[in-house]
């Protein structure tokens, strides 16, 4: 979708006009730009709450006009929701162009305004590869207010590119277990370096076994095509601040042999969310040629029982000599980011981020609405709520509490991969924490915002939602 910013009202045939209304808008200011909406029901109008909406048709110019309550001109919040509204009605309406009218005053902050433009994006959004029927998306939206918008075409521009990286994102989540495999994933990541200039390494089973990242080798045994651990590097001319993110690549979670039950499983394609997530990362980080060094590590397998799938049991002897026991191979998403963390430490970043649809506590205890973050360092924590605030993917802090780490030790092994007297997000993250050596990390839960099962708040349609790419970029961002 194409948006691009006016400064006056020139309807074109077709055009469909959505004027925002918000809290404290006169009907009467609205009926001074539209005279033609004077026919508009006084005692039906919309007070502006976020989300209320008035759909008519003009008489004499047979245009659509979608009064929508936009709540309140500095509220970021009321900007997203806003937008959501805007694109659910214009898809419902069939609507492929159209303007959105501010009347004025209009005092909207860069920030409201990159929230609108991104939440325009993301609402229209679809994944329909598969659907015979699909619904129209929205091509071409004009933003118009008569004084200047604060907010450069050079802006809008950069977000539609990363909200194309959110697009990429969720088409890879979205995407069907039968095409997204290890050796689809080493494909994507193969087309992306080509594509952005980037470095690319890729471990498969020799080379894992080598390094021995006997975490990856573990939980892919059961699986019919092989683990990886896929490397990607940004690196710009020049930098100070060295950024690895790591990403959980389970293609399918079937559980293992501690095999899930139906329900459970139905939406374990979604496993691979944190490596979609790194990929799309570093991909906008490279369309925009930020000013810091990236590294996306994405650990890779599918999570199968079969004859020669891993076992509980079993004992896993890690690369940093660190010894695990399994105790349910449904707790496969640490064992594989352990041999990543413990690679990305190696290379002494200034700091990891890492992504995993790691628990469904996480579900329980924070839903799809924000992700957990577990992170000892105050300033990168700090930074991160920072940017997760300023663009809308929200986290929630978790903490690393050192006494529950006895309960992840083993009898005959330094650690176990499973606990089950509650706290098992935090439990989770202690784990992970266990490999990351002295370097500042921080742990994302994204298992409840990374899919969701039906539309959320801001979000008009369920499925992948791409979080964490947003949020990134603009940790990015702020850091360059
Ligand atoms: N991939 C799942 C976590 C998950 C659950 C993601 C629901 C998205 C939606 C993870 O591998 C898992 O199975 N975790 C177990 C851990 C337990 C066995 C300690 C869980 O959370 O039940
Ligand atoms: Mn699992
Ligand atoms: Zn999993």
Redesign the pocket.
């Known amino acids: 979708m194409k948006i691009v910013k006016k400064n006056s009202y020139k309807p074109e045939e077709r055009t469909a006009v959505v004027i925002p209304v918000f809290k404290g808008t006169p009907l009467a200011a609205i009926w001074e730009e539209f005279p033609e909406l004077k026919f508009l029901d006084r005692d039906k109008k919309i007070k502006g709450a976020a989300g209320e909406a008035q759909v008519c048709q003009s008489l004499q110019q047979q245009r659509l006009f979608l009064l929508i309550g936009a709540g309140r001109r500095d509220s970021l919040p009321d900007a997203r929701k806003l937008a959501c509204k805007i694109m659910t009605l214009l898809r419902e309406n069939r609507v492929s162009k159209a303007l959105v009218y501010f009347i004025p005053p209009d005092p909207y902050s860069h920030g409201y305004l990159v929230n609108l433009v991104d939440y325009l994006h993301l609402n229209n959004y679809r994944f329909d590869r598969y659907l015979r029927k699909k619904s129209k998306p929205v091509l071409r939206l004009d933003l118009v207010c008569q004084k200047k918008i604060p907010l450069p075409a050079a802006d809008i521009k950069e977000r539609e590119e990363i909200n194309n990286s959110a697009a990429f994102c969720r088409d890879l989540v979205n995407e069907i277990p039968a095409k997204i495999t290890p050796d689809s994933l080493v494909q994507t990541a193969t087309t992306l370096a080509k594509e952005h200039q980037l470095k690319l390494s890729i471990f498969r089973k020799p080379e894992l076994a080598e390094h021995g990242l006997n975490g990856l080798l573990a939980v892919g045994a059961g699986a019919c095509c092989s683990p990886a651990l896929i490397q990607l590097d940004y690196v710009p001319e020049k930098f100070s601040r060295h950024v690895s993110l790591v990403g959980k690549g ?1 293609t399918f ?1 079937s ?1 293992g042999l501690n095999l ?1 039950p139906g329900k459970s499983m139905e939406e374990m394609k979604s ?1 691979m969310a944190g490596a979609a997530v790194v990929f799309a990362i570093i991909k906008s980080v490279a369309a925009l040629r930020l000013p810091v060094k990236v590294t996306a590590l994405a650990a890779v397998a599918e ?1 199968m029982p079969g004859n020669q799938a891993y076992k509980p049991g079993d004992i896993i002897t890690y690369a940093n000599k660190k010894t695990v026991e399994i105790v349910n191979t ?4 640490r064992l594989i980011l352990a041999d990543a963390l413990i690679m990305a430490s190696r290379q002494k970043p200034n700091v990891i981020i890492e992504f995993s649809t790691l628990t469904g506590a996480i579900i329980t205890a924070l839903g799809d609405g924000m992700a957990g973050l577990m992170c000892r360092n105050k300033k990168l924590k700090s930074d991160l709520f920072q940017a997760a605030n300023a663009c809308g993917e929200l986290l929630w802090e978790l903490p690393l509490f050192s006494e529950y780490r006895k309960d992840i030790t083993a009898k005959i092994a330094d650690l176990k991969n499973a606990d089950y007297r509650g706290a098992s997000s935090i439990k989770a993250g202690l784990f992970l924490q266990e490999f990351v050596g002295k370097t500042p990390f921080a742990h994302l839960d994204i298992a409840g915002t990374a899919f969701l099962s039906k539309p959320g708040f801001w979000l008009n349609t369920e499925g992948a939602t791409g979080f964490g790419v947003r949020l990134l970029v603009e940790y990015l961002k702020n850091l360059g």
């Open positions: 389970i979670d559980g899930k496993d999570n449904d707790a496969e998403g």
